[in-house]
């Protein structure tokens, strides 16, 4: 029966030489991983915050907006209701997480119905959110309130 003999063992300066040549490489391959996975929760967490922010902004907007007694704040509510419509609207590419999303976009549903019901309440006009029709009953106020009617009609 043949034995094999072991070979010689490393000397203790090379094993430490290839424990610090595996530990290099460990951390070559976790530290990006970390690098990246730190990344994209601090880019989460920001946008997160935004939304957050831009919620309360909506809903400081649905109070503001909420009363219309004249013919500027109707202009500004028209401008309004244009703006909300398109402000930090959420994409695929920029999102939070599915709750914060939710809660922004109930948020500027009701901030729209509330500058809409205010348009409505003072101009009598029934145009919902239709910002295009507003914008036409804009036309015709402004014109009708600088006293300019071309056309006779109202």
Partial sequence: MTTIEPGPRASPRRRRGLRLLLIVLGLT?????????TWHFLVNEAIRVHERGVTRELATWEVEEARVLSDEEAFHAIDMLTYVENYYVPTPQNHSDPATDAALEE?????LNAIAAALE???????GRDVKRWQAWRQRRQTQVSGHNPGGNP
């Fill in 29 to 37: 391959a976790i530290l990006p991983s970390l690098a990246l996975a």
């Fill in 107 to 111: 948020q500027r549903e009701r901030t």
């Fill in 121 to 127: 309440r003072f101009s009598g006009e029934h145009y």
